[in-house]
């Protein structure tokens, strides 16, 4: 039996934040979601996240990924793990985790799992230039870890000390929920500390091994927001080195945001300042030209897409967006389509070859195959009251600068003149032209510069 505990009740001052500490997001996803991402990679069975500060925000946010355990005050890091009481009686590994730990890798937790087959208590720890206010480790002089002495309590010569605990651990289960009992909170900070265990086991003979990685950026500890920007930048650097080794090209990858789940075909092009966020897959041989904001959609292959924003739409294939375009709103764009330069589209079909090139708005429309839009194309749909649907059928011609108000629809190959109001329904191959007549006065333009 494999078990997790995530450490997260507390507050995380030092990010003047009114969020609790685990919510804030690292590569697009909150500190928490990021540790269950890698629990879940190496399939532990059980995983209880100690919530506390903000709880019902931290439940609400992470829902069912996970059970939780209450722990109303924060009295330490090992009055946290007595908490999660449904791990008591377990048999098995547990894996221990401070919850603002985001980078933590999967693997790295699953080599802790097989270091606790061999040992009651694995910590994992790392060396750093500057060891700031992190637990230290002591050593003995065989090279074995002593203890972890927490920074308030060092003296000088342990404050020098570069090997650091980095807040995960791996214990036999039935070792840690018998000794925690054992632990005090004679210290600085008045506080049941978890590292405390370290010498509590060695006391009672109990084998504690401390494992040293030299990826610094993994084990970081976030606390302020200098060091949740690190995180962000190590977690995008691995995200996007996972795609470019899977094909995609980045033409930037220090200024490309993707978030882990979005998938991509053969031969796609990303150019800087494209973010991607949610369940998106773009499709062979798409390009991605500079600042794109895409969420929850789909684009299928050799479409381009030119600094436009989409959201919670699907796009075909050979398509062509923008630049400066905006769709939202279930629009599904068909193959071949053109959409132009300041566009913006909603809740909206487009059939196979239809162009809007300009400046225009479809919202609440059903729009045929091979329609062409001019310029300017407005389609009245809100009332003030309610929103009504626009239909136009295949082969249809809106001119310039059309009015449609609807509820309206036009015919297949039908025409509506530029410039027209329309409000009543055109039927099909017929033109509706919907405008004042042009009155021509002579001289009237000389007499009237000459004023
Ligand atoms: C802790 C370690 C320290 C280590 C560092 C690594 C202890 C006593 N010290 O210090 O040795 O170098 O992590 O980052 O464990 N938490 C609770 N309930 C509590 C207290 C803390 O859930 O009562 C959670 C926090 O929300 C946080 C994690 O435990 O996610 C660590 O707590 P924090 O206060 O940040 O510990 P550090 O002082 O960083
Ligand atoms: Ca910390």
Known sequence: MRSAIIMAAGKGTRMYSDLPKVLHKVANKTMVDNILDS???????????????????????????????????QLGTAHAVMQASQLKHLQGETLVINGDCPCISSSTLNMLLEEALENDMVVLTTKLDDPKAYGRIVRNPEGYVDR??????????????????????????????????????DNAQQEYYITDLVRILKEHGLKVKAVLTDNQEEVQGINNKVELAMANAYKRRLINEQFMLEGVTMLDPMHTYIDADVTFGKD?????????????????????????????????????????????????????????????????????????????LKNTTLGYN??????????????????????????????????????????????????????????????????????????????????????????????????
């Open 268 to 344: 796609c092009i990303v150019y800087p300042n494209v973010v991607i966020e949610g369940k998106c897959h773009i499709g062979d041989g798409s390009v991605l030209l500079p600042n794109c904001f895409i969420k929850d959609s789909h684009i299928g292959a050799n479409s381009v897409i030119d600094s436009s924003r989409i959201t919670d739409s699907e796009v075909g294939s050979n398509v062509h967006i923008g630049p400066n375009s905006h769709l939202r709103n279930g629009c599904k764009i068909a193959d071949e389509v053109r959409i132009g330069n300041y566009v913006e």
């Open 148 to 185: 972890i002495v927490e920074f308030k309590d060092c003296n000088e010569e342990e404050a020098r000390i570069q090997e650091i605990n980095t807040g995960i651990y791996c214990f036999k289960n039935e070792v840690l929920f018998k000794y925690l009992d054992y632990v005090k909170n």
């Open 354 to 451: 239809t162009k809007c090139a300009h400046l225009t708005y479809i919202g609440d429309s059903v729009v045929g195959s091979k329609v062409n839009f001019g310029c300017g194309v407005v389609t009245v749909n809100y009332d003030g009251k309610h929103k009504h649907q626009t239909i136009i059928k295949d082969g249809a011609f809106i001119g310039s600068n059309v009015n449609l108000i609807a509820p309206v629809s036009v015919g297949e190959n039908a025409v509506c003149a530029a410039g027209s109001t329309i409000t009543e329904n055109v039927e099909d191959g017929a033109m509706a032209i919907s405008r004042a007549y042009q009155i021509n006065k002579p001289e009237y333009g000389n007499r009237y510069k000459n004023k």
């Open 39 to 73: 629990l879940h990679e190496i399939h532990v069975d059980q995983v209880v996240t100690v919530v506390g500060y903000g709880s019902q925000m931290v439940m609400d946010t992470v829902k069912d990924r996970c059970q939780y355990a209450i722990q109303s005050e």
